[in-house]
C-alpha cells in the first residue's frame, strides 16, 4: 500500500464564524493534536474539493474547540464563506510517530488479514470510544466488523506493508 507523503489529512473544520473580525471556531477531529498551530500555512479543502492554502496567523484554544484566524480573513463574511471548510497538513508535515504507535491516516486502507493470510477486508477508520480504539474493517462480505486495537484482537500493525493482522475473524458488530 504505496503512501503518498504528500497527501493531504485533514485535521478539522469550520464550525462557524467567531466574532466579527474573522475568528473561526474550528472542530478539531482530534482534540489532543498540536498539529495546528500559529504560522502554519494549511490546505483549506471546500466542500467542492476546491483546495487553496492560508497562513494561520493565530490560534488558542476554547472549550471543546479552537480559535484560529487565517491570513486574508478580517471579516464575518470572510469567515461565514469558510464554514464548512476542512483544514489540512500534507501526511509528510506530521512528525514521526513513536515505536509502536501509528496515525489512523496510515492505517485507513489497510488491508485486514488473519495470521494464516486469510482476508478478512479493509480497515476504514480508527476509532475511539471511552474505554478502548477500535480499528473498523469492511469484511469481504460487505458488512463492517470493530476489532478492539488490543493483543486479544490485533496482533500486528504493520505501517509500511499496509497490512494489519487480526488473531480472530470474530470482531463486534
Known amino acids: 500500500m504505496p503512501r503518498d507523503p504528500h497527501r493531504l489529512i485533514p485535521l478539522a473544520e469550520v464550525a462557524r464564524p467567531h466574532g466579527v ?3 473561526l471556531r474550528l472542530k478539531v477531529y482530534n482534540p489532543d493534536s498540536s498539529l495546528l498551530g500559529r504560522g502554519r500555512t494549511i490546505a483549506l479543502i471546500a466542500a467542492d474539493g476546491v483546495t487553496t492554502e492560508r497562513k494561520l496567523t493565530a490560534c488558542r484554544p ?3 474547540a479552537l480559535l484560529i484566524r487565517l491570513e486574508g480573513v478580517d471579516d ?3 469567515a461565514e464563506a469558510l464554514r464548512g471548510v476542512k483544514l489540512a497538513l500534507k501526511r509528510s508535515d506530521f512528525p514521526p510517530a513513536e515505536d509502536g504507535e501509528f496515525y489512523a491516516c496510515d492505517v485507513e486502507g ?3 488479514v488473519l495470521a494464516s493470510g486469510e482476508d478478512v477486508g479493509v480497515v476504514e477508520e480508527l476509532r475511539s470510544y471511552p474505554s478502548v ?4 474493517v469492511k469484511t469481504t ?3 463492517s466488523l470493530e476489532f478492539p486495537l488490543t493483543e486479544a484482537f490485533v496482533e500486528e500493525v504493520d ?7 487480526l488473531t480472530t475473524r470474530e470482531g463486534l458488530e
Open 62 to 64: 476554547t472549550e471543546g
Open 110 to 112: 489497510a488491508r485486514a
Open 76 to 78: 464575518r463574511n470572510a
Open 159 to 165: 505501517v509500511d506493508a499496509g497490512v494489519v493482522r
Open 133 to 136: 480504539e477500535v480499528l473498523v
Open 21 to 23: 473580525q474573522g475568528e
Open 141 to 143: 462480505e460487505g458488512t
